[in-house]
Nanobody, 114 residues
Framework: QVQLVESGGGLVQPGGSLRLSCAAS????????MGWYRQAPGKQRELVAG???????TYEQFAKGRFTISRSNAENTVYLQMNSLKPEDTAVYYC????????WGQGTQVTVSS
């Protein structure tokens, strides 16, 4: 059973940057797409960005031009580079397959505040 562990979140000022990491305890096939998702208080979980097995990237509108998703199949890890962060980016960030098919991990808290 694959387990997902997110890390790299924290408190950052508006305009700052964070790099999130997602490590899988078990091997995820390189055929699987991977994605980052987030959930703000009182809201549904939403997709942030996805990356397909062939490296094609897709971003929700709010993330375009600011966030970059990448993956290392050899390291079984997915990353999310977040730049120009805004207070509305505050949420718990999760990784999963794209589309999501694995049990959700604990996520990592991102708080953007001055």
């Amino acid at each position: 059973q694959v387990q997902l562990v997110e890390s790299g979140g924290g408190l950052v000022q508006p305009g700052g940057s964070l790099r999130l990491s997602c490590a899988a305890s078990g091997s995820i096939s390189s055929r699987n797409g991977m994605g980052w998702y987030r959930q703000a208080p009182g809201k549904q979980r939403e997709l942030v960005a996805g990356i397909t097995s062939d490296g094609y990237r897709t971003y929700e509108q709010f993330a375009k031009g600011r966030f970059t998703i990448s993956r290392s199949n050899a390291e079984n890890t997915v990353y999310l580079q977040m730049n120009s962060l805004k207070p509305e980016d505050t949420a718990v960030y999760y990784c999963n397959t794209y589309p999501p098919e694995i049990s959700w991990g604990q996520g990592t808290q991102v708080t953007v505040s001055s």
